[in-house]
């Protein structure tokens, strides 16, 4: 029996195939959610999904798109944010 903690589905299972041949099942903690838009609440694109120990891992390219309000706004609100700025 697995330790208590890894019965309920708060880690996800993943299943490794051992150098001794034999298949177990490893648990891992999960992904965050998708980053949503601040404004239209839809999922970002271009946006890692990680886990912050992992996040520190990655350069800020990699991490959202290099363009103001870039992981904060999807890209049609960015559009329609800057044209309502440039008026
Ligand atoms: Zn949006």
């Known amino acids: 029996m697995v330790a208590p903690r890894f019965r309920s589905r708060t880690f996800r299972r993943i299943k490794v195939k051992t150098p001794g041949n034999r298949n177990t099942i490893h648990y891992r903690l999960r992904k965050p959610a998708k980053a949503q838009c601040g404004k239209c609440g839809r999922p970002l694109q271009g946006v890692a ?18 363009r103001p309000f870039g992981g904060v706004l999807c890209s049609s609100c960015t559009r329609d944010e800057l044209r309502a700025r440039a008026k």
């Open 49 to 66: 999904r990680a886990r912050p120990i992992q996040l520190r891992r990655f350069s800020r390219s990699q991490k959202r798109p290099e």
